[in-house]
């Protein structure tokens, strides 16, 4: 099955710095990678996505690269804010069955 | 987006009772369901997806008979902690998938004592 593999486990910044998170899979048919942010007690939510037939999608301070060849997608996200500060989870999925296996997640503080 | 609800938000039981937990999506039909649970700064771990009108498929090392999972209906799916322990206590999360996207509810975190 898919294994996906998430880095760093945590990550500490000074506001306005930019943090990067990345991970990478195993499974060379998954095709749809989304993001999800998770507040302390509360769901995740999808914050940003990408398929495997695009390279990079950005959406206002966040944008996520795929690098198909080498199994790996990263988050960045610039200009952070203290309202940042969250666990990020990855996730890698087929599209047809759609059971995404979860990374580990990454513990972003971000420090006024 | 699509908007997934779950009921209760918290619970807690003593231990060697049976707990339900609802999952619903409100504005959306759902075939498939999936539930998770996560402990402490841990990641999500998917226990079961939920098929609706049939049996619900169950990852290895989960209790089918611990864990019963009903999906009556598009819009709503159920897990049922029997016989809890205080090892079951944790936050129990279930999702529901539109088009290619996955929604999650807002958990429920039970507590056995």
């Known amino acids: 099955g898919e294994n996906v593999e998430q880095h760093p486990s945590t990550l500490s910044v000074q506001e306005g710095d930019s943090a990067v998170i990345k991970c990478t899979y195993s499974?060379?048919?998954?095709?749809?990678f989304p993001w999800y942010k998770q507040e302390l007690g509360k769901r995740p939510q999808l914050i940003i996505d990408?398929?495997?037939?695009?390279g990079e999608k950005k959406d206002q301070r966040i944008a996520v690269t795929l690098n198909k060849t080498a199994k790996h997608f990263s988050l960045h996200i610039t200009e952070t804010q203290p309202e940042d500060s969250a666990v990020y989870f990855c996730a890698a999925s087929t599209g047809g069955s759609y059971i995404p296996t979860f990374g580990r997640g990454t513990s972003l503080i971000v420090h006024p | 987006g699509a908007v997934v609800s779950q009921h209760p938000s918290w619970v807690i039981c003593k231990s060697g009772t049976s707990v339900k937990i609802e999952c619903r999506s409100l504005?959306?039909?759902?075939?498939?369901m999936f539930w998770y649970r996560q402990f402490p700064k841990q990641s999500l771990m998917l226990m079961a997806t939920s098929n609706e009108g049939s049996k619900a498929t169950y990852e290895q090392g989960v209790e089918k008979d611990k864990f019963l999972i009903n999906h009556a209906s598009l819009t709503l799916s159920t897990l049922t902690v029997t016989s809890a322990h205080p090892e079951d206590s944790s936050f129990y999360i279930c999702?529901?998938?539109?088009?290619?996207?996955?929604?999650f509810g807002p958990g429920t975190r039970l507590t056995v004592l």
């Open positions: 999702s529901a998938s539109s088009r290619d996207t996955q929604y």
């Open positions: 990408i398929r495997s037939n695009v």
């Open positions: 504005d959306f039909q759902a075939t498939t």
């Open positions: 499974d060379s048919a998954s095709n749809y």
